[in-house]
């Protein structure tokens, strides 16, 4: 299965200086401060080694690199001792310190994200030591402090409201979009919508893969992406993280939540040890904005995981709060019809997580 979501009901900066709303629908707002604001990372684990200290090393302009664990990851601290990047070991995704945004989905949810975090995809995996590498401090200087389009950015960009964006060729690779086809044959035991639509089906256009396979879109799923596809669009299509044509073939990202979850790629921030209620993670304090959070939903996929979003962020009420294509609202969101977004606490996706990964 493609991430499959258990049927529910379907229910019916300086500050901010305006939400940009069309519609009602969802906004996304950069907030323009004198100063770059930062943010404390939240629970960055400890440091190496038994004395407390991790050895950092420091360059003319003041910046110091340590080593933390829990995962293993190199952090650099300005010269005021504020976090200026997170990276993982065995990971593509870095968390840079950026300018100040907002995301919020008034429609859904009154949940509002204001973040300094960026999440970029590095062109090598993360080692210890890569700081010193040529590849890595190109990418740095480019990247640091910019505005360009990161993971998030790309990811509300398929929001309900969102406008169309058309490439050089007139192909529209991003707007609003759906979960997939409604279920009219109700052959998936009730779901609200199929599934299986992938990143290819949105773009309506056939997409070759390394192995040598073609993902051929369906028009019945135009504009859609489930789950797992809309991960595939976000960090694959749009990011260029390498992507399987299936869980099987090829080498990447693979197609659906179970094959993310179980896959090599990345690092396991939260390993999955089991399916059940029981094996819910004891504490989230290893998540940072960015990583993959893969759910048990639906009794229906056995020992499958059925479901994934992407970590945002704490909310202004310092919930963790992440974002994935759902079926009842019909696309991409951070809203509460269905459950609530919320990793933290007892509601029904906190309940049903079960592990989760760095890429």
Known sequence: MAGKKKSRPLV????????????GYLTLELRK?????????????VLNGNTGQA???????????????NPA????????????????????????TGP??????PTSTASKVSTTDWVRLMPERWSKGAEKQKWFQDWYAQYAGSKADDLFAFAFQYVAGSPQRKDA?????????NFGPLNTSGAEGGDLRLEQSDFYDYLG???????????TPEAMRARSLDCSGFIRMVLGYRARYPLMSSDKSGDGLPRTANGMARSRQGADVMPLTGISAQDRPSTIDQLQPGDLVFFKLDARTGQRLDHVGMVLGHDTEGHLIFVSSREEV???????????SRLDGNGYYAKTLRSAKRL
Do not use: C, H
């Open 12 to 23: 019916s900066g300086l500050a901010v200086l305006a939400l940009v709303a069309t519609s």
């Open 33 to 45: 401060q004198e100063e770059q604001g930062v943010t404390e990372v939240r629970n960055v684990g």
């Open 55 to 69: 050895g950092p090393s420091e360059d003319a302009a003041g910046e110091r690199w340590s080593r933390l664990e």
């Open 73 to 96: 990851r190199s952090v650099l601290r300005g010269a005021d001792g504020q976090v200026k990047a997170v990276l993982t070991d065995g990971a593509r995704t870095a968390k840079l």
């Open 100 to 105: 100040a945004r907002t995301f919020a989905e």
């Open 169 to 177: 060729d007139g192909l529209a690779y991003a707007g609003d979009a």
């Open 205 to 215: 256009t056939p997409y070759p893969f390394r192995d040598g396979t073609v993902g």
């Open 330 to 340: 019909n696309g991409p969101t951070i809203g509460d019809i269905g459950g609530v």
